[in-house]
């Protein structure tokens, strides 16, 4: 069993930054495809980035140039430095490897002045 632990979430002004962080233990891989979504309230969930086991990146229009997915060298920890966040990046971020189709608790990023 796959267990996905986020971390990194809280409060941050407009403009500001944060680095959220996945860890991942369980997996019969040293190196997972893992992936960022995020929910805001009233909205559906849509995909923040994805990375693959070659560390191919892939984001959402919403996030391009802004967000970057990166990966430990120890393989299964993924990190998601967000910058020049706005009050629209607001939502529960959830960390999330698909093959299996495992997902963390999710971690809330506010943004607010």
């Known amino acids: 069993q796959v267990h996905l632990v986020e971390s990194g979430g809280g409060l941050v002004q407009p403009g500001g930054s944060l680095r959220l962080s996945c860890s991942a233990s369980?997996?019969?891989?040293?190196?997972?495809?893992m992936a960022w979504y995020r929910r805001a309230p009233g909205k559906q969930r849509e995909l923040v980035a994805h990375i693959t086991t070659s560390n191919l990146t892939q984001y959402g229009f919403s996030v391009k140039g802004r967000f970057t997915i990166s990966r430990a060298s120890s393989g299964n920890t993924v990190f998601l430095q967000m910058n020049s966040l706005n009050v629209e990046d607001t939502a529960v971020y959830y960390c999330?490897?698909?093959?299996?189709?495992?997902w963390g608790q999710g971690t809330q990023v506010t943004v607010s002045s």
């Open positions: 999330t490897m698909p093959r299996g189709g495992y």
């Open positions: 369980g997996s019969d891989r040293a190196i997972d495809a």
